[in-house]
């Protein structure tokens, strides 16, 4: 089966192409440059750019994989979470595709477009621990099968990615933040600030970030500007306390659960410190870690066309196609 995936759900408008054998036939995007001078998304603006930006990007992703309309077997979007203008523009796009292509079109939620993007490079196995990491959401989840989830644990504030991007901001390292910093930390020290890990008063395994997104601020009125090796180490302090709290959850979370192996997804996957980190953590449990390559890490359109597949071939629903900007996953069969 070959699928195409449109992901539009936040600033990057994004196709691709996904064959059952698990190959990704072609992914592009194009990332929303507009925001660069407001430093955060402009909803409005982010919708009007994926308008622009999907015929091109269409055109590109069909010409790489050297496929026309008639080879596509369906279609599938992300319907949410995310920016409820960008959605309606991406299901509109998917929508109108299928009537002139006569393919059914699917509905997929965006974090199991991101967590299944680990099958795009391996056979996944299961049942295995997730950890959802990116600007918008932080999600451990018990994976018993494709299909089969149950959260264990979210974020009771802010996301993982917002700590990266606002300590970014701060610093005036642009946007996003995460990629940057993870640079300039690989030649920082990371004891340099004592950046706090939030643990909750009720002992439970939710993840916190606002703590220490404040903490970061605070560290930098007091010291700005900073530059070169104290700004590295700025850098490598705020990448570490995020990683500490993501795998004391992690490990946490483990107790009870046998599983085969840790899937890290979402835009903060991408951090092969993060990646380092974790498989330290538990390659001696005889647990692997594994993560998609980076640019399956943050949004794009493989993952959701791989999502797609994985359902249609599976369940042969394409469900709903009303667009949510919240709500958390489900597992297949249950209403979403
Ligand atoms: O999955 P994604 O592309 O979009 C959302 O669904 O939110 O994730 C974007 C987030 C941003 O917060 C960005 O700073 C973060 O992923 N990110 C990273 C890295 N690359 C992207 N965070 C840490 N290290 C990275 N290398
Ligand atoms: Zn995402």
Redesign the pocket.
């Known amino acids: 089966m070959i699928i195409l995936g449109i992901e539009t759900?936040?600033d990057?408008s994004a196709v691709g192409i996904y064959c059952s054998e698990r190959k990704v036939l072609a992914s592009v995007l194009a990332t929303q440059l507009e925001h660069r001078a407001t430093g955060g998304i402009v909803p409005e603006v982010a919708s009007r750019a994926h308008l622009r930006n999907l015929p091109p990007v269409l055109r590109a992703a069909l010409e790489d994989a050297q496929l026309g309309p008639e080879d596509v077997d369906a279609i599938a979007v992300t319907r949410g979470p995310g920016l409820l203008g960008s959605l309606l523009v991406g299901l509109a796009f998917a929508r109108s595709l299928g009537e002139s292509w006569q393919r059914p079109v699917l509905g997929v939620h965006?974090i199991e477009a991101?967590l299944l993007a680990n099958q795009l490079e391996r056979e996944m196995v299961f049942p295995a621990i997730a950890l959802v990491v990116?600007?918008?959401?932080s999600q451990l989840m018990l994976l018993r099968a494709a299909g089969d989830y149950e959260l264990l644990a979210t974020t009771r504030d802010d996301?993982a990615?917002?700590a990266?991007?606002k300590a970014a901001k701060v610093a005036g390292l642009g946007f996003?933040?995460?990629?940057v910093?993870?640079r300039l930390a690989a030649s920082g020290d990371a004891r340099a600030f004592p950046f706090p890990v939030a643990r909750l008063s009720d002992g439970g395994l939710d993840f916190s970030f606002s703590g220490l997104k404040t903490a970061a601020r605070l560290a930098w009125e007091q010291e700005a500007p900073l530059s070169g090796q104290r700004l590295a180490d700025y850098c490598a302090s705020l990448q570490d306390a995020v990683i500490r709290q993501l795998l004391d959850r992690l490990a946490r979370s483990l107790r009870g659960h046998e599983v085969r192996a840790c899937y890290l997804a979402?835009?903060?996957a991408?951090?092969?410190a993060?990646l380092a980190a974790a498989t330290e953590m538990l390659t001696p449990l005889g647990i692997p870690v594994h993560a998609p390559s980076?640019r399956y890490?943050?949004?794009n359109g493989a993952m959701v066309a791989c999502a797609g597949a994985l359902r249609l071939e599976a369940t042969g629903e394409s469900g709903s196609l009303a667009p949510f900007p919240r709500g958390v996953l489900r597992s297949w069969g249950a209403a979403f």
């Open positions: 759900s936040c990057d965006h991101h990116s600007g918008g959401h996301a990615g917002e990266f991007d996003p933040g995460g990629p910093i993870e979402g835009g903060v991408a951090n092969r993060l980076p890490c943050t949004d």
